[in-house]
Nanobody, 126 residues
């Protein structure tokens, strides 16, 4: 079966950096777009970025210039490099596998993704 496993979440001070990883198994990773989402307590799940099968990237305005998404198809792994972290970045972070190879204009909709990880917690202290 398909498994998506995030890692790398931690407690960090504002201005710091973290790198999240998402290891995928049970699917042909290179054929699918991948997404990063986050969800803070009491809020809806928010799309952060989508990277398609040829590594074109879509990203939310709130993270542009601070977060970088990448993938290593040889390792079936998705990455999220987060710099200049802010307290408002505090959330559970999830990776997800898209139903398609491309991201499309609706990349931030959770309905575009069919496999999700369990999440990794990122906490940014002020």
């Amino acid at each position: 079966q398909v498994q998506m496993t995030e890692s790398g979440g931690d407690l960090v001070q504002a201005g710091g950096s973290l790198r999240l990883s998402c290891k995928a198994s049970g699917l042909k990773f290179e054929d699918y777009a991948m997404g990063w989402f986050r969800q803070a307590p009491g809020k809806e799940r928010e799309g952060i970025s989508c990277i398609n099968y040829v590594s074109d990237i879509y990203a939310a305005d709130s993270v542009k210039g601070r977060f970088t998404t990448s993938r290593d198809n040889d390792k079936d792994t998705l990455y999220l490099q987060m710099n200049s972290l802010k307290p408002e970045d505090t959330a559970m972070y999830y990776c997800a596998s898209s139903i398609a190879s491309t991201c499309s204009d609706s990349w931030a909709s959770t309905s575009r993704y069919n496999y999700w990880g369990q999440g990794t917690q990122v906490t940014v202290s002020s």
